[in-house]
């Protein structure tokens, strides 16, 4: 079967890093993609990772090992806003996103 | 339009009736998905459409059904609805093209069926 597995919940202090990860098994595999989804809004966003290493984008950087069925989301510089839930979300061989039920961040002063 | 919206914003429903939730898209993308999310659980596919004028099931199709006349709408109907159907839904579109499938979503929609 297909599964996504990430942490429910993780608290970090504003201005730290925070690293979010997941592990998944999947029927075939053809990338990994994070969104963020802030509380009452619709999923945005935020990274895609096909090839093994790590993708940055500003303060957000995703990485991936394929053979180990395994990714991450590193935040940095944490800001308030950056509370919300973050959904890893693999690929599988037709093409269908494959939804983790999300880790929930919560920033604190 | 920009990008993808969704009607109602909300609706309360009595268990039984029938209820078709919008969805548009102004993108052109030629993929669309309908998802719930409940909480504690991840967002699961009820139906797809790759392309206008063809759909497939997700992963919980069952009390649900869709069509996809043309590009832009996709429509999900629930013909008689119950409790368990209680959820936030949410539409999005993609350009499937290649293995790239980023998905864009639209507002969503809480139905509350009662």
């Known amino acids: 079967g297909q599964n996504i597995d990430q942490p429910t919940e993780m608290t970090a202090t504003e201005g730290a890093i925070v690293q979010i990860n997941c592990t998944y098994q999947?029927?075939?595999?053809?990338?990994l993609f994070w969104y963020q989804q802030h509380a009452g809004e619709a999923p945005t966003f935020l990274s895609y990772?096909?090839l093994d290493g790590l993708e940055e984008k500003g303060r957000f950087s995703s990485f991936l090992s394929r053979s180990k069925g395994y990714s991450y989301l590193l935040l940095k510089e944490l800001q308030m806003k950056d509370s919300a839930s973050y959904l890893c979300?693999?690929?599988?061989?037709?093409?269908?996103?494959?939804w983790g039920a999300g880790t929930k961040l919560i920033i604190k002063p | 339009i920009a990008g993808i919206t969704q009607a109602p914003t909300s609706q309360i429903l009595a268990a039984g009736r029938r209820m078709t939730l919008r969805c548009t898209q102004d993108?052109?993308?030629?993929?669309m998905y309908w998802y719930r999310q409940d909480l504690g659980l991840g967002l699961r596919l009820i139906h797809y459409?790759?392309?206008?004028?063809?759909?497939g099931k997700g992963e919980v199709p069952d009390g649900y059904s869709v069509s996809r006349a043309n590009t832009d709408d996709f429509p999900l109907t629930l013909a008689s609805a119950v409790p368990s159907q209680t959820s936030v839904y949410f539409c999005?579109?993609?350009?499937?093209?290649?293995?790239?499938?980023?998905?864009?979503f639209g507002p969503g929609t809480r139905l509350t069926v009662l």
């Open positions: 999947t029927s075939g595999f053809n990338g």
């Open positions: 990772n096909v």
């Open positions: 979300a693999p690929m599988d061989s037709n093409y269908q996103l494959i």
């Open positions: 459409s790759n392309t206008a004028g063809t759909t």
């Open positions: 993108m052109r993308h030629n993929a």
């Open positions: 999005a579109s993609s350009e499937l093209v290649g293995s790239y499938n980023e998905q864009f």
